[in-house]
C-alpha cells in the first residue's frame, strides 16, 4: 500500500481530531526517523517531548521485551514485582513522598486537582472551593485538565467545565494574588509553558507563589508532564529553580513511549487527601510500564542524559540565537534546556514543512512559535544539522 493510500483509508475510519502531516512513518533508530518510502529525518520533535533517548535504546526495549514474556497486567488491586521500585526511583528522582501511577499527563492534572479539593475539603467541610490557573497555560484535555488550561478557544466549546476556574498572568504575582480568597484551595502552573509557547517562569515569580501558598494552607500544583523528565537539565524543572510543590504531575517522557503518567505529593498532603477507595486506575502503573519506568530512570543515570542536556544547552542556544540575528523574521529566543522556541513576526506553518521536507521534524507552539524539543542525546553535530536545515528552511 502506498504512503497516500495509507493516509487515505486512515482519514476513512480515524475520527478527525489531528490535522496530521502527509507523513507515514514505519520505523525509528537513535535520533532518525524513517517514513514508508525510506526517507530519513532528523527527529528534533521526539513526538512532543515524549522520546528522550531517542528510538530503539537497547536496554529500554530488552526491559519491555522481557516484561512481555513475564506479566504485562494485573490489577492495582495486587502488587507486582516492578511495583516498589518504580515508585521508589519516581519518588527519589522527583523530591516527592507518594506517588500515583496513571495512563496519561492529563489523567495525572485530574488526580493533582481531586487531591487539592479533597485536602481543602477535609480541612473546611466546603465544595466551593476555587482553582487558580494561569492565561495560555495548557493542561490536557479532559475535562478537569481542559477547565484549568489557560486557552479560552479549547474551553469554550465544552463549557461549563470545573468552576470556579480563575486565570491569572504568567509570571505576574499581583494577577495571582487578585484572585487568592478563603475559597482557593489549589494554584496550578507550568514551570515552562509549553503549548503556551515556551515561556520559562520566573524565578521570583515562584518564590512568590511558594511563599503566598505556604501563607495560606493552599496547595501548589506544577504540571511537569512536558517541561519534567531531564528537558530542562534537572530531572524535574522545580529542581533548576529551587521552589519545591506540593503536588507534581508527570508524563511523556516519564515512559519514553508508553503509555504513563504520574501524580506525585509530599507526605503532608498524601496524609490529608486522597485515601482509599477516592482514586483509582485499571492500568495505571501495570507491570509493562513499571517495567519501562524503571529503565527510563536507569538510562538517565547510566548514560548521564542530564549531563549532556546541560553540556549541549548553551550550544544549542548559541546557534540559535545566530539563527535570530541572520533572521529578522525571529523575534524572540527562549527556553530552558532542550526546550527552546523561536517566536517570529508570522505563522511558522510554512517553515515547518519547509524543514520536514528537507528531512528535519519539528512543531510549533500556537501559530507563531517554533518549538525545538529533541532528544535529550543530540550532540553538536545534530543541533548543528538542525540548524542548518531550519536556516534554509527560514529563508523560504
Known amino acids: 500500500m502506498s504512503t497516500n493510500e495509507m493516509i487515505t483509508e486512515a482519514e476513512q475510519h480515524l475520527l478527525h481530531t489531528y490535522n496530521r502531516y ?16 525510506g526517507k530519513e529525518y532528523l527527529d528534533a520533535f521526539s513526538g512532543i517531548g515524549v522520546m528522550a ?6 536496554k529500554y526495549t530488552a526491559a519491555l521485551k522481557d516484561q512481555v514474556d513475564r506479566l504485562t497486567h494485573i490489577s492495582n488491586y495486587y502488587y507486582h514485582t516492578q511495583l516498589a521500585e518504580t515508585a521508589r526511583k519516581f519518588t527519589e528522582a522527583s523530591g516527592m513522598d507518594r506517588v500515583f501511577f496513571t495512563n496519561s499527563g492529563g489523567e495525572a492534572v485530574e488526580g493533582a486537582l481531586k487531591t487539592a479539593r479533597k485536602y481543602a475539603w477535609l480541612k473546611d467541610g466546603r465544595t466551593d472551593h476555587e482553582i487558580i490557573a494561569m492565561e495560555h497555560s495548557f493542561h490536557g484535555r479532559t475535562f478537569g485538565a481542559l477547565s484549568v488550561t489557560g486557552k479560552k478557544a479549547y474551553r469554550d466549546p465544552f463549557e461549563p467545565l470545573l468552576a470556579p476556574v480563575h486565570f491569572a498572568e504568567f509570571n505576574d504575582i499581583d494577577s495571582v494574588r487578585s484572585y487568592v480568597n478563603e475559597k482557593t484551595c489549589a494554584i496550578i502552573l507550568e514551570p515552562v509553558q509549553g503549548e503556551g509557547g515556551v ?6 515569580f515562584l518564590q512568590e507563589l511558594r511563599a503566598l501558598c505556604d501563607e495560606r494552607d ?27 510543590p506540593d503536588v507534581l504531575t508527570s508524563a511523556k517522557a516519564l515512559g519514553c513511549g508508553v503509555p504513563v503518567g504520574a501524580f506525585a505529593m509530599t507526605q503532608k498532603v498524601a496524609d490529608a487527601s486522597l485515601a482509599a477507595g477516592d482514586h483509582g486506575s485499571t492500568l495505571g502503573g501495570n507491570p509493562l510500564v513499571c517495567a519501562a519506568m524503571n529503565a527510563v530512570f536507569d538510562i538517565f543515570e547510566e548514560d548521564k542524559i542530564l549531563e549532556n542536556v546541560r553540556e549541549m544547552t548553551p550550544y544549542m542556544e548559541r546557534k540559535l540565537d545566530e539563527l535570530k540575528a541572520k533572521h529578522a523574521c525571529i523575534t524572540d529566543r527562549r527556553g530552558r534546556g532542550f ?6 513576526s508570522g505563522p511558522v506553518a510554512e517553515v515547518i514543512d519547509r524543514a520536514r521536507e528537507a528531512g528535519v521534524i519539528l512543531i510549533n507552539a500556537g501559530a507563531n512559535v517554533l518549538r525545538i524539543i529533541p532528544p535529550l542525546i543530540f550532540t553538536k553535530a545534530e543541533i548543528d544539522e538542525m540548524c542548518a536545515v531550519l536556516d534554509r528552511a527560514l529563508e523560504g
Open 22 to 37: 502527509p507523513v507515514v512513518f514505519d520505523r525509528a533508530e537513535g535520533v532518525r526517523l524513517y517514513d514508508a518510502d
Open 218 to 244: 493552599i496547595l501548589l500544583i506544577f504540571d511537569e508532564v512536558q517541561c519534567g523528565m531531564g528537558r530542562t537539565g534537572y530531572m524535574f524543572a522545580w529542581q533548576g529553580y529551587g521552589v519545591k
Open 339 to 344: 526546550f527552546q522556541a523561536l517566536e517570529c
Open 199 to 204: 515561556y520559562p517562569a520566573k524565578p521570583e
Open 53 to 58: 533517548f531517542g528510538y530503539g535504546h537497547p
